[in-house]
């Protein structure tokens, strides 16, 4: 299959002069002297969509924003997408629309406004002139998550947001905002107050001065969500946005309600549905809720009737709520929920579509032609979905915007990288599936070379070091929905339940648990002994017999603030695990001393063990500039010393959007704050960070939006983006063996850097020098494999590296004109092969595929061995081109 090639091939650069490095790094360097070093993506296959949107009359033009994962368009009705937003900071589009009057126009709002505990914001809105190819930031920075964009029918000048905020702490741009010149001035036309924004926003398309928003109360915090309050309500204009009118009595209700969404009909607009999120009756901090889900106006919005009681038409409502209603049939409307809805009697009865009406689950958004019904589009947590014949039917597509919670990567050859994708499985699949591409080159990574190794959407999936069929997998839940903790045999593909306690999280408020297991907690396998698996509650819970039984090592590691352990979601309880509070979030042994502990929680307190758990020394109080409820998103011990450790933290679900990263380097005694460098921007906060196990100094850091490297310890840090997308950072992990940098990403799934030899042999030395080359890697040989029958529009299908020895050389100046030869020799010396490199300034990359230098090719006619005629005899004489004699 394969084979490793030993260093017995001399590398040279003809005609430049090498030189031997020495001493260590400058603080930063030029972005472009790195840009050699590309990524791949590998997988897998995506899933959320927040936003979507069409344009009228064109059934080959959509698009759809992603969760995390940028904006996607296609121009063939579906079958072939392209990312349009990638060069932007922001990731997450939660509105879309498409001007009527010039579809060229197009409107992004960022930031997602289907709220849970761990989605992401965005940084305004943006607008397009050309389709999606270019687009210009407008403003609104700070508004957090745009739930809606209306563009009025005529004058594409004209363009109302609706802002829901950031819905973490109080703030003033909430609320709906207008322009009257395209973008270039706006106007804060409603507003109600510091903790109610925007869920709704629609214009009466029969009369675009008729505007009906729902506002809606809401605070997400780490410790839960309260959703509800005397701000939220129906809101309507007659002028265009210049005033807004609430809408009381006459049908609404009285008592304080959460959530609305408002829809109506183009076949008769004076019918207005309205999704009101309520307590179903149920008492709400000792008051007495409203009952009811779906109301409707027949008279423009005078007066309204309570016409269905059901939750499923607005299921978890923070996260789902939604309706729309076909323009042809003001009585036929969809209600988006985990399930798909529909009303023929406009809202009275309902039915929930299944099988082939019904594509995927967790619905976000719809869109209508409004001339042509039959055909729309859907987003959902499964994708994207097209339907030309009114939703009996759809076409589907995954583009790639996985969201990964975490990334291990296993000592197999070639190795694999596992991780827990949401709305899907612990997976594990191939970073080198061997596959040859038809014609030569790397093939593909297909979407089946991925598989579930146990465990649930949410936590860890980690490899036995000693063992890679073993695969340790943790997820929010209990049993079939995720399990605790699972132990996978791969070998076999059985897995078997190893939960520390007999309890699920699933509806129940963290203080009514033993054991607080957040939504993603940590599970960490001992880098000294493969049988010591650790996981975190509260508490540090370790097990030595493959979970037979687990012990208890630590006390409770947080504040155990019980106020911030009760039941979430307000109006609408929901609590399953992603909002539990006072919980250990983060957590590593060093790899250099056993029995060395860092521990971090996400209620703001650091702890550290140095006797193997016997005792925990509070360390918070000596961190600088701490923030006080902030999370520790990651904790990365030292490759190099037991005493040294570096912490990602951050705290934005507290209104706190900047980054926080920190060293110690003596068990926590002093910590020393390393954030220059880092972007001043809405989503520069910490999310990873990890050490490189070859060069001391050399880190990596991912925030919600990019990936940093620092050659000196953190000190200073810069971008190290090259092709990867934006996208949150959730796990970085180096594979020693092949070196390589393996990033896990919540929007666009997995990438691989590979070969990190340039960045950790790279110093002061090497770039001053005219020309350097660097020591390659150990390269292995592999015997390719036929790849499997797959669609060739798979938007899913990761990338193979090349079949080949990797040769890194760098130059201290651009030497354009004059391309690098690279001369590979045996090693007796004799010439085995010639190459011809790029001569970028900076590290240059380029692959050598084993091979000697190519025959001389045949020729099929070679004067004058040929003739183009022969003789049969008298009379006949026939030509053939190209005969050989």
């Known amino acids: 299959m394969l084979g490793s090639v030993p260093k017995r091939f001399l590398v040279m650069l003809c005609g430049l002069a090498i030189v031997t490095p020495t001493g260590l790094m400058a603080q930063t360097l030029p972005s472009q002297e790195l840009e050699a070093l590309q990524f791949r993506h590998i997988g897998v296959v995506g899933n959320r969509v927040a936003s979507v949107a069409g344009v009228v009359g064109n059934p080959l033009v959509y698009y759809a924003g992603a969760a995390s994962g940028g904006l996607w368009k296609t121009e063939d009705g579906g079958i072939n997408w392209r990312a349009v937003f990638d060069d932007q900071d922001s990731h997450s589009v939660g509105a879309l629309a498409v001007s009527l009057s010039d579809p060229e126009i197009v409107w992004a709002g960022t930031g997602e406004p289907h709220i849970r505990s761990n989605v992401t914001v965005g940084d305004g809105v943006y607008k397009s002139t050309d389709g999606g190819s270019h687009w210009e930031h407008m403003g609104l920075d700070a508004t957090g998550r745009v739930s809606r964009i209306v563009i009025h029918p005529q004058n594409p000048d004209i363009v109302y947001i609706a802002a829901l905020g950031h819905a973490h702490a109080p703030q003033a741009e909430r609320g709906i905002y207008r322009t009257l010149d395209g973008g270039d001035t706006w106007e804060h036309v409603l507003f109600v107050d510091e903790d109610t924004g925007a869920s709704s926003l629609i214009m009466d398309p029969n009369n675009p001065r008729v505007l009906f928003a729902g506002m809606w109360t809401v605070l997400v915090n780490t410790w839960g969500r309260e959703s509800g309050g005397p701000g939220s309500g129906i809101f309507m204009s007659r002028d265009g946005g210049e005033t807004w009118t609430r809408l009381r009595g006459h049908g609404l209700p009285l008592l304080p309600v959460g959530k609305i969404d408002v829809c109506m009909s183009q076949a008769d607009s004076r019918r207005v549905y309205a999704l009101i999120e309520t307590g179903d009756g149920v008492p709400w901090h000792g008051e007495e809720t409203e009952d009811g889900e779906l109301w409707r106006s027949d008279n423009g919005g005078y007066d309204w009737d309570l016409v269905n009681h059901s939750r499923d038409l607005g299921g ?151 063992d890679s069929n073993i695969v340790w997998s943790s997820a929010s839940g209990s049993g079939a929905r995720g399990g605790i903790v699972v132990r996978h045999d791969e070998s076999n593909r059985q897995f078997r339940s190893v939960e520390v306690w007999p309890e699920s999280t699933g509806g129940w408020p963290a203080e009514e648990l033993r054991y607080r297991f957040q939504w993603t907690f940590p599970l960490l396998v001992s880098p000294h002994d493969n049988n010591t698996i650790f996981v975190t509650s509260q508490h540090v819970h370790r097990t030595r017999n493959g979970g037979q039984s687990w012990d208890v090592i630590s006390p409770d590691l947080t504040t155990n603030d019980k106020s911030r352990q009760g039941i979430s979601g307000g109006l609408t309880p929901d609590n399953i695990g992603v909002e539990y509070c006072c919980v250990i979030y983060a957590f590593d042994e060093s790899p250099v001393q056993q029995g060395v502990f860092y521990a971090g929680s996400n209620d703001g307190k650091v702890h550290v063990s140095r006797d193997d758990g016997d005792t925990w020394t509070d360390v918070t109080a000596n961190l600088p500039d701490w923030p006080v409820d902030g999370v520790v998103r990651g904790i990365d011990a030292s490759k190099w010393e037991p005493g040294k450790a570096y912490l990602a933290v951050e705290a934005h679900q507290v209104g706190d959007f900047a980054p926080y990263a920190y060293r110690t380097e003596d068990y926590g005694q002093t910590w020393t704050k390393i954030t220059e460098g880092l972007d001043d921007h809405v989503l520069s906060f910490t ?199």
Not at 342 to 367: A, C, K, M, N, V
């Open 687 to 885: 999310r990873s960070i990890q050490e490189d196990p070859v060069r001391p100094g050399l880190l990596f850091l991912g925030t919600e939006n990019r990936l940093y490297v620092s050659f000196d310890d953190g000190d200073h840090w810069q971008s190290l983006v090259n092709n990867l997308p934006p996208s949150p950072m959730y796990g970085i992990v180096i594979q020693e063996h092949f070196n390589d940098l393996v990033i896990g990403t919540y929007g666009r799934g997995f990438w691989i850097m590979d070969d990190l030899s340039p960045l950790q042999q790279l110093t002061d030395a090497v770039r001053t020098s005219p020309s350097y080359l660097f020591e390659p890697r150990d390269a292995y040989r592999f015997n390719n494999r036929t790849a499997p029958a797959a669609p060739s529009t798979d938007m899913s299908v990761g990338e193979n590296p090349p079949n080949a020895a990797y040769i890194n050389y760098w130059l201290g100046t651009e030497t354009a004109g004059s391309p690098v030869t690279i001369r590979i020799n045996d090693a007796t010396g004799a010439l085995v092969r010639i190459l011809t490199g790029t001569s970028l300034a900076g590290i240059n990359r380029i692959f050598w595929d084993f091979q000697g230098e190519q025959s001389t090719p045949i020729r099929r006619r070679v004067p004058p061995m040929y003739a183009d005629w022969v003789d049969y005899g008298p009379g006949r004489v026939q030509s053939q081109e190209g005969l050989a004699l």
């Open 316 to 466: 978890r409502t923070a996260y789902y709520n939604n309706c729309r209603v076909f323009p042809d049939d003001e009585n036929e409307v969809f209600f988006l929920t985990s399930a798909l809805s529909r009303s023929y009697d406009g809202g009275i009865t309902y039915i929930q579509h299944q099988d082939l009406e019904r594509p995927g689950g967790d619905f976000h958004d719809l869109w209508i032609d409004p001339e042509n019904p039959d055909r729309l589009i859907i987003g959902n947590d499964q994708g994207i979905h097209i339907s030309v014949n009114r939703g009996k039917t759809y076409l589907t597509t995954e583009p790639p915007i996985s969201q990964m919670y975490h990334v291990t990567v296993d000592n197999a050859v070639p190795y694999n990288v596992l991780g827990n994708r949401q709305d899907g499985p612990s997976y594990r699949g191939p970073s080198n599936t061997l596959y040859a591409a038809r014609g030569g080159g790397p093939g593909p990574i297909p979407r089946g070379d991925w598989h579930q190794v146990g465990g649930g959407e949410s936590g860890f999936a980690t490899p036995d070091p000693t």
